[in-house]
């Protein structure tokens, strides 16, 4: 384990015609950075270029054997998809995916030449990618099913070895837990995150996410009942006993997310601010 999650090598052979690179954006909420994958040896499709870094997009051209037809990304947050534009006007190719919803922490710059939606195809002689559509993590996030290996690129919807921020409005713990469960419902054979390794059990760990945010939502259920009538940010440490204070601010927006959800479901009730059960 490196401060930030396992150890990656930078660059990686995954199998017949996938590559990984690692971008060079370690930290607490990228782990050991953001993982851009390459499909295919002759014309490239490149998957989350990551962040707009010069060196890293002219790794990514590099390590690309044959030209890169396709630049694609599974959403539009800061660490995922800076680095498409620049990379796609430096290659030609064309910019594939979801354009930004309204809200902070999104990348602005990202204007695809092709909106991608659930179910569309990517295909040349050597590979094919089917667009998943997993709301929840963002609004707009795709998954990329890898059609003859039949593995899942998940982005932030599976992360390797941590849970991801939920963060409302454009975050929906709702439509999270209802895409996991219909990226079990894919029965891959191993999934491919946007951080960390690859998963290769992909019931068990999508079954501990679900499980996870179940438990946590049972701990946002009994927090409500034993201190009625506090705000959001109050409710933090009763909910997150676990987690390091410094993470509290991150905490508090999956907690949202939790209360948003226990509200859809009729569960919760806010007024002033202050929720009840
Ligand atoms: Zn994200």
């Known amino acids: 384990m490196t401060a930030f999650g396992p150890i990656m090598p930078a660059f990686a052979k995954l199998a017949d015609g996938i590559r990984r690179i690692v971008a060079p954006n370690p930290s607490m909420m990228t782990g050991p950075g953001t993982n851009t994958y390459l499909f295919g040896d002759d014309a490239v499709a490149v998957l989350d270029p990551g962040p707009a870094d010069e060196g890293h997009i002219e790794n990514i051209i590099e390590k690309s054997t044959g030209s890169i037809r396709w ?9 995922h998809s800076p680095g498409a534009t620049p990379l796609a006007k430096a290659t030609g190719a064309e910019l594939l995916g979801i354009v930004a919803p309204d809200g902070e922490h999104q990348d602005k710059t990202f204007m695809p030449d092709r909106t991608l939606a659930d179910g569309d195809v990517l295909e040349t002689s050597e590979f094919k990618l089917e667009a998943v559509h997993t709301p929840g993590h963002a609004s707009n996030h795709l998954c990329y099913r890898h059609v003859g290996l039949n593995w899942l690129f998940t982005g932030d919807h599976v992360i390797d070895g941590s849970t991801v921020v939920i963060d409302p409005p ?8 209802e895409s996991l469960q219909r990226c079990k419902d894919l029965r891959c054979d191993a999934l491919a995150p946007g951080h960390g390794d690859v998963i290769h059990e992909p019931d068990r760990a999508i079954d501990w996410i679900i499980d996870h945010r179940l438990a946590r939502e049972a701990k946002v259920v009994a927090a409500l009942a034993s201190n009625p009538n506090l705000t959001s940010h109050e409710l933090v440490p009763f909910v997150y006993t676990d987690v390091d204070p410094k993470l509290y601010g991150w905490a508090e927006r999956s907690l949202l997310a939790h209360l948003l959800k226990l509200e859809s479901d009729g569960l919760a009730t806010i007024v002033n601010e202050r929720w009840t059960a």
């Open 71 to 79: 630049v694609v990304v599974t959403h539009t947050h800061p660490d």
């Open 170 to 177: 454009d975050g929906n713990m709702k439509h999270y837990i």
